[in-house]
């Protein structure tokens, strides 16, 4: 079954205190992103990976890091979070030549 | 960025009744989709409409592109109480961003049955 697993689902963490979001995808898509989605706000794309090594930032990449070593997988790395940080997070993931995305379950993260 | 706004922000109707979703966007585009998501989980993919299309229909749901007024609307006729969901429209944002999608704001429809 294609699919994107991200985990975990839920997450309450403090202030400071590393934490990564592992994102897994079994089509063997180019593609992958992280968004983040906020009331009033919307969905917004933070990194992007284009293929294996090559990443970039999105719309509000500040307090974030992600790494592609892998095609598969594409973790978000919070290496200091803070409150402003507490979000539903979305994984996702896309052909290059399909427009077609399939996103993962989320990850609810709270930051206290 | 937003793309665009989506209205109604909320939706609340009867099963067996049929439910209209309107979706704008800025700029020109290659193709519009409209995804589903059930509360605080994953978006699904519902249809995809291109630039050179003006309807399409699948199952119960129907698009309409009017690509002169910048705006699409998803219809979803006979609705059930398992359509309740919020509903997005989304365009593609640069390619050269990893498959960037642009998403409206949304609209929260509820099927009472």
């Known amino acids: 079954e294609a699919q994107v697993t991200q985990n975990p689902r839920y997450l309450i963490t403090v202030t400071g205190k590393k934490l990564t979001v592992t994102c897994s995808q079994n089509?063997?898509?180019?593609?992958m992103s992280w968004y983040r989605q906020d009331p009033g706000l919307g969905l917004r794309q933070i990194y992007y990976s284009m293929n294996v090594e090559v990443t970039d930032k999105g719309d509000v990449p500040e307090g974030y890091k992600v790494s592609r070593k892998e095609k598969r997988n594409f973790p978000l790395i919070l290496e200091s979070p803070s409150p402003n940080q507490t979000s539903l997070y979305f994984c996702?993931?896309?052909?290059?030549?399909?427009?077609?995305?399939?996103f993962g379950q989320g990850t609810r993260l709270t930051v206290v | 960025s937003q793309q665009g706004e989506e209205d109604p922000q909320a939706l609340s109707i009867q099963e067996g009744e049929n439910a209209t979703m309107n979706c704008s966007y800025k700029t020109s585009i290659n193709n519009l989709q409209w995804y589903r998501q059930n509360s605080g989980r994953g978006l699904v993919h519902l249809i995809l409409i291109r630039s050179n299309e003006r309807e399409k229909h699948s199952g119960r749901l129907r698009v309409t592109l009017d690509t002169s007024k910048k705006s699409s609307s998803l219809l979803i006729t006979a609705s059930r109480a398992a359509d309740t969901a919020s509903y997005f429209c989304a365009t593609d944002g640069e390619m050269y961003q990893g498959g960037k999608l642009i998403f409206g704001q949304g609209t929260e429809l509820s099927v009472k049955p």
């Open positions: 089509m063997n898509h180019e593609y």
């Open positions: 996702a993931s896309r052909g290059r030549f399909s427009d077609e995305a399939f």
